[in-house]
């Protein structure tokens, strides 16, 4: 090693050790991957779900107690899946975390945490609103764009990247209101594809090679 390298990779490390006490790096691609699937496959049950009470309801029109049973089901669906992209993100994001002999939960995380759960908490309850008067016209719009502004909140507690999938997230449930009636599809390619396409380019980028990256 040569004298002249040893200034510039001494700055790179006092780089490094700002940007970890600064940024929460633990966050692993892994999670953006089993996100999308798990949504991809809450949006094929879905999918089964819906066709089956337009069915019924092409041969005996419309039912108060079937819809009432659809929009709650769905819910719920909703629901599962976001606890089991929770879940996915909890154990990958603890596996990184050990790996590279980082905290899990420190002040960096909370920080993050919160920032997120602001436009998250705010949307689900606006959503939740919306739903006692049976408007679902908006539904997944406001889950896209809410979801996105979480991201693009958080973004600076955390890998730079998240911003941009946010951005996207934005402009996709922007996008959806123009299309009402295919909400399903916005709703799998946002939480499904975007997710997966994100995940692979952040295991890609961070993980492909053992060590920590920023």
Request: glycine share 8%; charged share 10%.
């Amino acid at each position: 090693m040569s004298l002249e390298s040893q200034p510039l990779e001494t700055l790179q490390d006092i780089r490094r050790i700002m940007q970890r006490s600064s940024r929460f790096i633990s966050l692993s691609g892994l999670s953006g991957i089993a996100a999308g699937a798990w949504a991809l496959i809450g949006a094929f049950i879905a999918y089964d779900w819906i066709d089956e009470y337009y069915q019924q309801y092409n041969k005996s029109g419309y039912s108060g107690a079937a819809f009432q049973h659809l929009k709650w089901s769905l819910v719920f669906l909703a629901g599962a899946v976001l606890a089991a992209a929770l879940a996915s993100a909890f154990f990958f994001t603890w596996r990184r975390a050990s790996q590279n002999n980082l905290p899990v939960w420190d002040h960096t995380a909370k920080k993050l945490t919160i920032n997120m759960l602001i436009p998250l908490v705010t949307g689900g309850l606006l959503i939740l609103a919306i739903l006692r008067y049976n408007d679902w016209s908006y539904v997944v719009s406001l889950c896209l764009i809410f979801y996105g502004l979480a991201l693009v909140n958080g973004s600076k507690y955390t890998l730079s990247d998240i911003r941009y999938l946010g951005l996207l997230q934005i402009a996709l449930g922007l996008i959806s209101t123009q299309f009402i009636g295919y909400g399903l599809y916005f709703w799998a390619f946002g939480f499904g594809v975007l997710h997966m396409i994100y995940g692979f380019v952040m295991w890609w980028k961070n993980e492909r090679h053992p060590g920590v990256h920023v």
